[in-house]
């Protein structure tokens, strides 16, 4: 938002002079083009006596340390006004001082509870944070000054942003009736023009016949574009941006980050490094130059469909698995959505989840684990994770099901299909992959807390409590699910086509399922009713029960837990995570010794999607006694998509019941997977793959393994064997 309008609506014009200028006037030229006679206005405002008016010329002139130190002076004074504080809040804002700034705006409001515009400071620093509370602070600007575009500009901007169109046309529309140069307000309606694939043309005339300088709404476009998943798109407004304010460093920021985005990395550091050197030092800009630099810890592997970028210190062990999945989950989506992708996907994988979370920096509601742009997919490492809080294999289904929609619906898409969809893919392909219903989704399920389809984006963009982005997915995947159970799989796909169409979700709804929005809601209502309704509705009764369980278990009441485990289990039998009825049963089963019923209960929580590595574990070593070798091979696989990392134990068991079964390959992946795990008994592990390679009759492979544990080891005895074995065959086994 242009800082004029907030000036203008102080009421603090005075008439500039040869001598003298107020702040107002100086905006006002500014807003209608960086000019020489603007620079020459702040640099008479920079010679005032007023430290105020001081602070405001040097801000101006981009001196921000000055600026910043004026304001300092400036509110220092007896009687200040609170506007002081709420324009030193502004710069403060906008040179990435959010937490202080909204002390300075909400000092103001103390002061002078009637400030419209410390309001509107709040909700500035409340939109970047994506905490949902930006609206309410808007509504109450504009109660307090009804005359003043800004706050409606900035309404526009969140609609948007929630993919709410009517309501960002309506906003923009009343700013601009308001105020004729609401600049931000055109933009708004440039960036709507474009999302529905429009000419934005007269929207951008009137902005250049107000501003022809005004880079900040190219930019506000761009970023829309890029919030609606248009990445390419958005470099094209951050480029005009840049353009028109060759010196907007927040634009040449903004450009880096999403050409990185893109899979680049040289003009991204040009362009990052820019702005750096201008003093745009903000979170996005200085973290991404950091993650830049740490590229050259990553390997990079390149076949025709992939590309993966793994950390050196990784490659070895996480390389085979992610490869092999990669390409089951592309031979499983090219038949699912019928189109092969048009170019390869690269696929990052970072091990510090910090790297990855700047990869998703001013995204709201995006990936706590991965985020896709277009073809680039980055995710987390299974190491950035406790063993048992993260699936990589379920995580690499989802974001490649991003993958393919975006690119068939050219970035088209609302959030909520595509998360509902990528959270359907994931139970799709495993039952014990779908998505979990939390305590906080059985509570937005007992509140009755579910959106509309047609508002569902909201939950991720704007969530109005802080577990409903995680509600969003569970509601938006069981959407996916109630479709696909009742009209069948393929009008998934259906609707993928239409939303690529440009249909919105109404019109997507009412063309592909035949029914209209509110009932299409009231039938998804009634089917979750039916499903978790009764659990929904026994949730407190399941907590109270679930202490009284916890309590008899620390005190080794083994009868009475193993006696009324299975009624609470029924109450609620998706929770899997801590303090879960299965571990208390099964510990109960252990210590009287019932093996069956251990090995059972350990089973339901397996499929129940529980994935505690130790109960997993201990699961296939119960199987395994049993003589099940492979239902212990299966339960040790699902643990490779947990947590693959650390564990040299889980692939030696499992490269043991491979080879023990003849599984070869498996074997001899897995044996690799505990080399390349550096274990203690590194010889060892050498020998092991040895003898799969051995076993598989890829003799140069056995030698090579074994010569490596020779090296090792030069005095192991069974490798010793082994290579004599390999050299000459000739030589019967001793
Ligand atoms: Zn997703």
């Known amino acids: ?318 390389e085979p698995y992610l490869q092999s999945e990669l390409h089951a989950i592309l031979a499983t989506y090219q038949k699912k959505y019928k189109m092969t992708l048009p170019a390869p996907v690269q696929v990052e994988v970072y091990p510090n989840h910090e790297d990855f979370a700047v990869r998703t920096m001013g995204m709201p509601g995006l990936g706590a684990l991965g985020v896709t742009f277009g073809e680039v997919v980055a995710m987390d490492s299974p190491s950035a994770h406790r063993p048992g809080d993260f699936n990589w294999g379920a995580t690499l289904w989802h974001e490649m099901s991003h993958v393919y929609i975006l690119t068939a619906t050219n970035h088209r898409v609302p959030r909520w299909f595509t998360e509902g969809l990528a959270v359907h893919e994931e139970g799709a392909h495993s039952a014990e992959w779908r998505d979990r219903l939390t305590p906080e989704v059985m509570a937005a399920i007992r509140d009755k807390k579910l959106l509309p389809v047609t508002r569902l984006d909201r939950g991720f963009v704007s969530p109005e409590y802080p577990a409903q982005v995680i509600v969003s997915y569970f509601q938006a995947g069981a959407m996916c699910d109630f479709v696909a159970e009742k009209w069948g799989e393929p009008k998934l796909l259906d609707m993928v086509h239409s939303y690529a169409k440009l249909l919105s979700t109404s019109e997507v709804v009412r063309q592909n399922l035949g029914v209209a929005p509110e009932d299409f809601d009231k039938q998804y209502l009634a089917w979750i009713e039916n499903k978790y309704g009764a659990e929904a509705a026994h949730f407190d009764q399941w907590r109270e029960k679930l202490k009284v369980l916890i309590a008899a278990a620390q005190q080794k009441q083994f009868d009475a837990v193993l006696a009324q485990g299975p009624g609470v289990l029924a109450l609620y039998p998706e929770y899997v995570d801590t303090s879960n009825v299965y571990e208390l049963m099964a510990d109960a089963d252990k210590a009287k010794g019932d093996k069956a019923a251990e090995t059972a209960t350990l089973l339901a929580y397996e499929r129940a999607g529980g ?70 008994d590194k010889a060892g592990a050498q020998y092991e793959l040895a003898q799969a390679y051995f076993a598989a009759n890829e003799k140069d492979k056995a030698e090579e393994s074994v010569l490596a544990a020779l090296e090792t080891a030069p005095g192991y005895r069974p490798a010793q064997k082994l290579l004599l074995q390999l050299q000459h065959p000739q030589i019967p086994k001793q």
């Open 611 to 680: 994935e505690s590595p130790n109960l997993l574990k201990r699961l296939a070593s119960l199987q395994e006694d049993a003589g099940k070798q492979e239902e212990a091979t299966a339960t040790l696989e699902q643990l490779i998509y947990i947590y693959p990392v650390h564990d040299d134990d889980l692939h030696r068991r499992l490269g043991d019941l491979l080879l023990a079964q003849k599984h070869y390959d498996g074997a001899i992946r897995e044996y690799r997977a505990l080399v390349a795990s550096n274990p203690v």
């Open 1 to 318: 938002m242009t800082r004029a309008i907030l000036i203008l609506g102080l009421g603090l014009a005075c008439a500039v002079s040869a001598s003298v200028a107020a702040p107002a006037d100086c905006w006002v030229l500014r807003k209608h083009g960086q000019s020489a006679e603007s620079r020459s206005c702040f640099e008479r405002l920079m010679r005032s006596r007023d430290a105020w008016f001081r602070a405001e010329g040097f801000w101006g002139l981009e001196e921000w340390d000055q600026a910043n130190e004026q304001f300092r002076l400036a509110t220092q004074q007896a009687g200040v006004e609170p506007v002081v504080k709420v324009r030193w809040g502004r710069l403060l804002h906008e040179r990435f001082n959010s937490s202080e700034a909204a002390d300075l705006f909400r000092e103001a409001l103390a002061k002078d509870p009637s400030s419209a515009e410390a309001y509107v400071g709040l909700a500035l620093v409340s939109a970047d944070g994506f905490d949902g509370k930006a609206a309410g602070y808007l509504a109450k600007a504009i109660e307090l000054n009804p005359k003043s575009a800004e706050p409606h500009e900035l309404l526009a901007d969140l609609a948007l942003e929630n993919d709410e169109r009517e309501m960002a046309a309506a906003e923009a529309d009343k700013a601009i009736a308001l105020s004729y140069d609401a600049l931000d307000a055109l933009a708004i309606h440039a960036a709507l023009e474009l999302l529905a694939d429009r000419p934005p043309d007269a929207w951008f005339d009137k902005i250049r016949k107000i501003n022809p300088g005004s880079g900040e709404t190219y930019a506000r476009v761009a970023r829309q574009l890029e919030l609606h998943y248009r990445y390419e798109d958005a470099v094209v407004y951050y480029r005009k941006a840049i353009e028109a304010a060759p010196r907007l460093w927040s634009a040449h920021s903004a450009l880096g980050v999403d050409l990185m985005r893109l899979g680049q990395d040289d003009e991204p550091r040009r362009e990052l490094e820019l702005s750096y050197n201008n003093g745009y030092r903000d979170a996005a800009t200085v973290n991404s130059l950091r993650l830049l630099d740490s590229y050259k810890n990553f390997d990079t592997i390149r076949d025709d469909t992939t590309v993966l970028k793994l950390d050196k210190s990784e490659t070895a062990l996480l």
